[in-house]
């Protein structure tokens, strides 16, 4: 019977030995992947910081480049021709040329170096240029024969016919009358002129 009694006790405690043994291993185990496995994430953490200061970095270096504007299809060219000698400036309008469509403001200035680029919208373009020279708009009205005449005034002051109008000077107001009969009713540019013969009719 102490036989028997004394093998129980030796059997349970091998067994209590390797259930101890086997939680140590467990444990020790356990232990030694933790710090690995926080290491790990530090790591991450630590290339996903620097990755993202780069990115950061990176953009803020990066210029910020806005559109240039090109010029449309239907664009309108202003021409500006300012006469030194008579100081006077002419506007001519005109559509822009193909070739010129969806051009900068840099490339259409290659394209016309002889003028500056002083107006520069997509439907709108400005060119500037100065002449020495008198405009060639400098008109004078008279009558004749009852009738207004537009006389075209030369560079050297001679005058020549420009157009012979249908509108009675008896539709005149007296100053105008008094100012043509005087030779001082001159009218600068064609824009001008239209609009003093539209007043006339």
Same mark, same amino acid.
């Given at each position: ?20 043994? $086997?939680?140590?291993?467990?444990? *020790? +185990?356990?232990?030694?992947? @933790?710090?690995?496995?926080? /290491?790990?994430? #530090? %790591? ?59 051009? $900068?403001?840099?490339?259409?200035? *290659? +394209?016309?170096?002889?003028? @500056?680029?002083?107006?520069? /919208?997509?439907? #709108? %373009? ?71 013969? @539209?007043?006339?009719?």
């Amino acid at each position: 019977m102490k036989k028997v009694y004394l093998i129980a006790i030796i059997l349970i405690s091998i067994f209590i030995i390797t259930i101890l043994f $086997t939680i140590k291993q467990v444990n *020790k +185990q356990k232990n030694t992947n @933790e710090p690995q496995q926080i /290491e790990s994430t #530090k %790591i991450s953490e630590i290339i996903e910081d620097d990755c993202t200061d780069e990115y950061i970095k990176e953009q803020e270096l990066k210029p910020v480049i806005a559109e240039e504007k090109r010029i449309a299809v239907n664009a309108q060219l202003i021409l500006k021709k300012y006469f030194t000698q008579c100081d006077h400036t002419i506007n001519e309008y005109t559509e822009i040329p193909e070739e010129c469509v969806n051009m $900068t403001k840099e490339e259409l200035q *290659k +394209q016309y170096p002889e003028w @500056e680029v002083i107006g520069f /919208e997509p439907n #709108k %373009i400005i060119l500037y240029k100065e002449f020495n020279d008198v405009c060639g708009e400098h008109f004078k009205l008279k009558i004749e024969d009852g009738k207004i005449n537009i006389y075209l005034i030369n560079k050297d002051g001679t005058e020549t016919l420009y157009e012979k109008t249908n509108i009675s000077s008896e539709y005149l107001t007296e100053t105008d009358l008094i100012n043509i009969n005087n030779g001082t009713l001159e009218v600068y540019g064609k824009e001008e002129l239209n609009k003093t013969i @539209e007043d006339f009719e």
